[in-house]
């Protein structure tokens, strides 16, 4: 079955394993007392996972570190705070529109981490509207955030906006999930051990690709955190992906999939058996 808000199966994997071991069997969380922000980082998140795999990404080209990165869609920054903690000398920029999820980020990811919070520049704003004359080495967006841009036109422009932004050799990085399961209204409950994560896809179109999927939260004492965060997306298709970014003017996409094969690792891959659920990686190098 699909897993679709899930970006790495080793990171969900681990995730998993992690939140076993962590299970508290007194004091439990319910809708009346969980933070929505909280329960997306845990469920949703692994910064960790996802910081060794840029840099995976990064070592298949360059020889040397990446040093300045920018989320776009940032959310709460987790990413940009792992970012600056891993290497010394790293900076971020993060993108978001939503001021108290910004602001959510800054009181627990962004301030706990005293000297290096300097490093993290975080702009509320349009990811189209962001500034081209910084480079940066890497420029991710993650968690399918870019599916907002439902017009091809507005993805084109948002694509070219990144490569301007990014030094030469650079990479944009981006995941993306499909197969036929991502096409069928369905719900997917995830035990997280105090709490299942939900994920909904509500509706999908099969002509415009247009999209609604939910995060709901349930609770062991039956109280619920339903519509938690929406999402109104359109379902982009990896060849149609692939011919944007082209367009765009980047000069090389590796698509990085995990083939299934019993390793649970992504790769570099030309082409791949047929699945019915995936999610998969697009490097976009300047
Ligand atoms: C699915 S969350 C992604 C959070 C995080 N990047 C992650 O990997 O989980 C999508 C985020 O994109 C933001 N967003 C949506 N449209 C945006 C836009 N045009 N420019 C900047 N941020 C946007 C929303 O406010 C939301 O925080």
Request: glycine share 4%.
């Amino acid at each position: 079955m699909l897993q679709a808000h899930m970006a790495r199966k080793t990171r969900k994997n681990q995730k998993k394993k992690s939140n076993r071991q962590k299970r508290k069997p007194v004091v439990s969380i319910t809708a009346a007392t969980a933070d929505k922000h909280v329960l997306y980082q845990q469920s949703v998140q692994d910064a960790d996972v996802t910081q060794e795999f840029v840099d995976e990404i990064w070592a298949s080209h360059r020889e040397d570190k990446a040093m300045r990165m920018r989320e776009d869609f940032c959310g709460t920054a987790l990413f940009c705070a792992k970012w600056v903690q891993s290497e010394p000398g790293r900076t971020a920029v993060g993108i978001d529109l939503d001021r108290e999820t910004l602001d959510w980020g800054i009181e627990h990811n962004i301030n706990p981490l005293s000297a290096d919070a300097k490093k993290i520049s975080l702009l509320c704003q349009d990811v189209l509207d962001a500034d081209v004359s910084s480079k940066f080495d890497v420029i991710v967006a993650f968690n399918f955030s870019y599916w907002v841009f439902k017009e091809r036109q507005t993805l084109l422009q948002y694509f070219k906006r990144v490569r301007e932004a990014l030094d030469e050799n650079s990479v944009f990085i981006m995941d993306m999930h499909g197969g036929p399961d991502a096409q069928f209204e369905m719900e997917e409950p995830t035990d997280m051990g105090e709490f299942d994560y939900v994920w909904e896809q509500a509706e999908f179109c099969p002509i415009t690709h247009n999209t609604v999927c939910h995060i709901h939260f349930h609770f062991r004492d039956g109280s619920k955190l339903n519509k938690a965060f929406t999402y109104e997306w359109r379902l982009w298709t990896m060849p149609e992906l692939r011919d944007i970014l082209m367009e765009a003017g980047f000069s090389r996409i590796d698509t990085w999939f995990d083939e299934d094969d019993g390793t649970d690792e992504y790769a570099i891959c030309e082409t791949t058996a047929n699945m019915e659920a995936w999610v998969a990686y697009l490097a976009a190098w300047k």
